[in-house]
């Protein structure tokens, strides 16, 4: 009796401990029925893009819930270096930054995830996510084996990929698959030895089971350089291409194995001063029917695109900034909303896997909160010395912003003018060195603008001995193609006449510290009035109560800026980012409600670099329900670029 109950016992012991050793979960490659496997069955994912950095936190939770309820599968992120690495040696993985939290979410609620962590993502977003501080070595070749970008690579990597691998799926997590690089035959460099490197260091962090890919443009010549024996070659490519044309290309690299399109185009990015980006439902519905038909593996970039707040937009050549909203007329919209776009996807994917049940989660509420009066606070010139925490540099010819330590925002030059300049006198860079706009002021007097590529030359007077300002602002570092060392601030000497300005001093400005330490609130007189059409780059202040006795309040809004030109703009120390209405096509900018305050008032920072409405008034901001990313431009651009086509990029 009691031998045998001991011997069940065993037994059962035995058999669970069997089933759990059995089947771990799996997920790979089957080469001969050209298709993923997971845990051995056929897979095919439908996948969309969403960039847990371009989406607030609290929304992570909407976005995905809204993504699973369209039909997809999974869900494709990048992780922008620049973003979790602001110093060497200087992590940040909290709050909005916690890359963990948005994988296990994104697990809690049934989607799988295709994690692409660079170290280059592309992505129009800061210098392609490689941070700034690579460029304290004037040579390094960036995405090349050269040592000190291979160094730094390293240390990230050895940083973040130990994060990612509980998160694999043999590890019980959602990522099945693991992009190395990006789009790298699009990049002149072509060095094999950097991409088998890649390999086998994420290989040595991740282990030798997952399935690490490629990206390239669906063409044989991009496939050259950006593909490599051991990562699955996938292509990309967007509506309106020749779907066969365009896998026969990945046929090239993988002759078998799924098909794959990592990058398909719901819609396309925008820059400033170029119309906004639109992409037909219908082209989208047709060729996402015909991929899919084919029994291929789609990801849709983007399925929501988000914000680009803060400094955190690229640029492309010849130098183009994108602008802050990231709305790609994506199916959700920047701020998470609901499109046709989205349901005619939906009813795609009901005709290959069986959609989630229920109601969709519907579009987030916005409130108009009106109008907000402005009042001047300071100029930059009158508060250099406040805004700079450790004071001026003085130097004979200028410095980089990274010569600075400095990554982003502002840095004003100042020097004195060495003659008399009684009539207008060309002030210039004769090497288009302003990266990237410079905002001339003689004695606090706006006077001028530079601007790169399009404007290298402005007239000033004044006396020997005046004082020549020059704010020069990053607008966005390039972050596609061979010129992605862009390096800041004045880039090379400005010259007066045809005389080399020297003896400079350099205001390295930390703009968001001293908003959000309340320091440009010290009792700095306001501008004497001035009819002039410019105005020196200068702070105004305004405030807003959130109503009481309304439910659900704070929700969303956009703000506008009826009659100002071009600047910055922080909420409650939040910087929401850059505005241009006077370019466009972007008017509004996107406001989470999360920023927001009922219990205090609301306070509006804005930085205007060129001139504010206030003098003579009527001068506010508005804040309202309608996102405006649509204004007609005045082309500006000396080139005509068409959608999808990455070549125009360059
Ligand atoms: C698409 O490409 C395939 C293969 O290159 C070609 O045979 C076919 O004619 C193309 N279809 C169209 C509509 O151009
Ligand atoms: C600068 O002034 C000169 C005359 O003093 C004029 O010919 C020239 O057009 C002006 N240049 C600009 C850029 O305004
Ligand atoms: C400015 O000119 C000086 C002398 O011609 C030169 O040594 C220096 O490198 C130049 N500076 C920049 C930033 O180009
Ligand atoms: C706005 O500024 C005022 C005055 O400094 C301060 O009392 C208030 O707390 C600030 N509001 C928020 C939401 O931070
Ligand atoms: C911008 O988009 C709105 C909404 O789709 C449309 O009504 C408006 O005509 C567009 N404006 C321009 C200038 O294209």
Not at 286 to 306: D, T
């Given at each position: 009796m009691v031998f045998e109950r001991s011997a069940a016992l065993l037994f059962c012991i035995v058999a669970v401990f069997q089933i759990t050793v059995a089947s771990p979960p799996t997920f790979n490659i089957d080469y001969k029925h050209d298709c993923f496997r997971k845990d051995g069955e056929v897979f095919r994912y439908i996948s969309g893009s969403i960039h847990y950095n371009r989406i607030p936190r609290v929304y992570w939770k909407d976005r995905l819930l809204k993504m699973y309820m369209a039909g997809l599968n999974a869900i494709q992120t990048y992780i922008p270096w620049n973003f979790h690495e602001l110093d060497p040696g200087h992590y940040d993985f909290s709050g909005d930054r916690d890359?963990?939290?948005?994988?296990?979410?994104?697990?809690?609620?049934?989607?799988?995830?295709?994690?692409?962590?660079?170290?280059?993502?592309?992505?129009?977003w800061d210098m392609g996510?490689?941070?700034?501080?690579?460029?304290?070595?004037?040579?390094?070749?960036l995405r090349s084996s050269d040592p000190d970008y291979i160094a730094a690579v390293d240390k990230w990597m050895g940083k973040l990929l130990p994060l990612i691998k509980p998160f694999l799926y043999q590890n019980g997590g959602p990522v099945i698959t693991v992009q190395v690089e990006n789009e790298y035959g699009s990049y002149f460099a072509c060095d094999y030895n950097y991409l088998r490197h890649l390999t086998s260091l994420f290989r040595s962090h991740l282990g030798n089971e997952v399935v690490l890919f490629t990206t390239d443009g669906a063409g044989v010549s991009y496939l050259k350089c950006g593909s490599l024996q051991g990562l699955y070659a996938t292509v990309d490519f967007g509506p309106g291409s020749n779907v066969t044309a365009a896998f026969s290309a990945q046929r090239y690299a993988e002759p078998h194995g799924p098909l794959v399109n990592s990058e398909f185009y719901t819609g396309w990015l925008d820059h400033w001063g170029e119309k906004h980006s639109?992409?037909?439902?219908?082209?989208?519905?047709?060729?996402?029917?015909?991929?899919?038909?084919?029994?291929?593996?789609?990801?849709?970039?983007?399925?929501?695109?988000?914000?680009n707040f803060g400094y955190w937009n690229g640029a492309n050549t010849k130098y183009a900034p994108q602008p802050t909203s990231y709305d790609y007329d994506a199916p959700l919209t920047e701020a998470g909303d609901l499109t046709d776009k989205y349901f005619a996807i939906r009813d795609v994917i009901k005709m290959y896997r069986k959609i989630p049940q229920g109601p969709v989660l519907p579009s987030t509420p916005k409130y108009a909160y009106g109008s907000v009066k402005m009042s001047q606070?300071?100029?930059?010139?009158?508060?250099?010395?406040?805004?700079?925490?450790?004071?001026?540099?003085?130097?004979?010819?200028?410095?980089?912003?990274?010569?600075?330590?400095?990554?982003?925002?502002?840095?004003?030059?100042?020097?004195?003018?060495?003659?008399?300049?009684?009539?207008?006198?060309?002030?210039?860079?004769?090497?288009?060195?302003?990266?990237?706009?410079?905002?001339?002021?003689?004695?606090?007097?706006?006077?001028g603008i530079l601007e790169r590529n399009k404007v290298i030359t402005t007239n000033i007077t004044g006396k020997a001995g005046d004082q020549l300002d020059v704010l020069v602002e990053n607008m966005g570092r390039?972050?596609?193609?061979?010129?992605?060392?862009?390096?800041?601030?004045?880039?090379?000497?400005?010259?007066?006449?045809?005389?080399?300005?020297?003896?400079?001093?350099?205001?390295?400005?930390?703009?968001?510290?001293?908003i959000t330490e309340g320091l440009l609130w010290e009792g700095n007189p306001s501008l004497p009035f001035r009819s002039s059409i410019l105005s020196p780059p200068a702070f105004y202040t305004g405030s807003f109560i959130i109503p009481d006795g309304i439910p659900d309040l704070p929700q969303d809004t956009y703000i506008l800026f009826p009659g100002w030109k071009k600047g910055q703009v922080w909420i409650n120390g939040f910087n929401l980012g850059r505005y241009?209405?006077?370019?466009?096509?972007q008017v509004t900018l996107f406001v989470p409600a999360n920023i927001l305050s009922t219990s205090a008032s609301n306070n509006v920072t804005v930085l205007e670099l060129e001139g504010a409405p206030c003098n003579p008034g009527p001068c506010t901001v508005e804040f309202t329900t309608m996102a405006v990313l649509n204004a007609t431009v005045t082309s500006l651009s000396d080139q005509t670029r068409q959608l999808f086509r990455k070549e125009d990029l360059l």
């Open positions: 890359v963990t939290h948005f994988l296990q979410l994104a697990q809690d609620l049934g989607l799988l995830v295709i994690l692409r962590p660079g170290p280059y993502i592309c992505g129009e996510g490689l941070p700034a501080w690579l460029l304290k070595n004037k040579d390094v070749v639109l992409v037909s439902t219908a082209a989208i519905v047709k060729s996402l029917n015909e991929m899919l038909s084919l029994g291929a593996n789609v990801n849709m970039y983007m399925f929501i695109g988000g914000t606070l300071t100029t930059i010139t009158k508060a250099a010395d406040i805004l700079s925490f450790g004071g001026p540099v003085k130097t004979m010819y200028p410095l980089t912003f990274i010569e600075l330590n400095q990554k982003f925002g502002y840095v004003l030059y100042r020097t004195t003018l060495p003659v008399d300049c009684s009539k207008p006198t060309p002030l210039s860079s004769p090497m288009n060195g302003v990266h990237d706009r410079a905002y001339v002021s003689m004695n606090g007097v706006a006077s390039i972050n596609y193609g061979k010129e992605i060392n862009d390096f800041k601030g004045l880039v090379s000497n400005l010259t007066l006449a045809s005389q080399e300005l020297r003896d400079w001093e350099v205001f390295s400005l930390s703009i968001d510290e001293a241009w209405p006077d370019r466009g096509p």
